[in-house]
């Protein structure tokens, strides 16, 4: 059997019906997903300068419909004779035809966007459901697949083009019974059943995001960094502590962030952080590198707790707990954080795999308290001094540091 490497971004996108058919046939490859901050410097080493590329054994394969025709072709969905081939075909450019009109709505400029989308909606999406329409009732009567007596590449395409705009409105197919049991009957396949229960949500449809806390850094402030990282947009509703004894019991845990997901509640500060980083491929790239992440994580975290309790001290007290937290508990926390910083590309990169996760953004925001507090306090650890400056020169994460306002918490 030959061996796949399969290299796109971390989302469904214009690899998706590889994946899909890859799924069908039953056949184990690797799903290579490249972050967006990752892929500038990757890019030049893909042939076309684009994604998704295939790789079977060493032969690299470009453009999507190249490479999902190649799979089809291979295991048998591609159509049984040139006719069917060729009723596959009209099927399957006309998907892609249909996808690259969304594409340009999803990369529209936010003030278009979603005009854009709604155009979409409203026009493109009748014309292409009534075409789509035809050619299954076309065959068989509509009771079954597009093309012959069982399911080829023309079935998957259907099925995952409409998943955006299904998203969008679960109602765009009322009117279309016969497309609405052929998405069942595609989903309900045995593998790829199995799939679609399996794949992470990535809906080129982004969640809409609440994030509620206080006018500070605090607890919430890794959680807006890995956003910030992501690109992603959210409401940032900053409760002020006036009003926070008012609103308490609204919230499920009596506490703050709370994260609201399309409704979906979420509170405990790195509970969220945690669903934002393995969201946007920001917790590890496998079993191990998560538990590399979490261990930088939650020893950031017990330090930013050390520090809350000398913040929130009383004032007789809070002078000589931040000098003891500065003098005796930084040095140690330093010190271990150097460590696995080093032990990592020998502290040069980051400090789990080849690129940020993290772990990167929560040392940096825990340590933002100390060096506020002693400019020079990081003198003797060379390695995370840079580490710090590599981390804010990140573009999107420079610039939300230029704009979010200086707090001591």
Request: proline residues 4%.
């Amino acid at each position: 059997m030959p061996t796949y490497k399969l290299y796109y971004f971390p989302v469904r996108g214009r690899a998706e019906l590889s994946r899909l058919l890859l799924a069908v046939a039953g056949k184990d490859y690797e799903d290579i997903k490249i972050s967006f901050e990752e892929w500038p410097k990757k890019k030049s080493t893909i042939p076309t300068g684009q994604m998704p590329t295939l790789d079977v054994d060493g032969q690299l394969l470009c453009q999507s419909l190249t490479i999902a025709r190649y799979l089809a072709r291979e295991y048998g969905y591609a159509g049984k004779s040139n006719m069917e081939q060729a009723l596959v075909d009209q099927v399957v450019d006309t998907t892609s035809d249909y996808l690259g009109e969304y594409f340009k709505c999803y990369f529209a400029p936010e003030e278009t966007k979603k005009d854009a989308i709604e155009k979409y909606l409203k026009e493109s999406t009748p014309k292409t459901l009534a075409c789509f329409n035809k050619w299954l009732e076309q065959n068989d009567g509509g009771n079954n697949f597009f093309v012959g007596s069982s399911m080829t590449i023309a079935d998957l395409a259907v099925y995952e083009v409409l998943t955006n705009v299904v998203l969008r409105d679960s109602k765009i197919l009322d009117g279309f019974p016969k497309l609405v049991e052929h998405r069942k009957r595609v989903a309900a396949l045995p593998k790829i059943k199995e799939y679609l229960e399996k794949r992470q949500k990535t809906d080129n449809k982004m969640p809409s995001y609440k994030l509620y806390y206080f006018p500070a850094r605090g607890r919430a402030e890794l959680i807006r960094l890995l956003l910030a990282a992501a690109g992603q947009d959210y409401d940032d509703i900053k409760i002020s502590f006036e009003e926070w004894p008012k609103r308490k019991a609204t919230f499920q845990t009596g506490q703050l962030p709370t994260f609201d997901v399309d409704g979906q509640l979420l509170c405990q500060s790195l509970a969220i952080a945690r669903y934002v980083a393995r969201e946007y491929e920001y917790a590890g790239k496998n079993n191990m590198e998560q538990a590399l992440v979490d261990q930088v994580v939650d020893t950031a975290n017990d330090y930013l707790g050390e520090y809350f309790k000398c913040f929130f001290a009383p004032e007789d007290t809070k002078k000589e707990m931040l000098e003891k937290y500065l003098k005796e508990s930084t040095p140690k926390t330093l010190t271990c954080l150097n460590k696995w910083l080093e032990q990592n590309d020998g502290g040069n990169g980051f400090f789990v795999g080849s690129s940020m996760t993290m772990a990167d953004l929560c040392v940096y925001e825990v340590l933002t308290n100390a060096v506020q507090k002693d400019s020079k306090i990081m003198d003797g650890f060379p390695k995370l001094v840079e580490h710090r400056k590599r981390v804010a020169s990140l573009p999107k994460i420079k610039e939300y540091l230029d704009k979010r306002p200086v707090s001591d918490v």
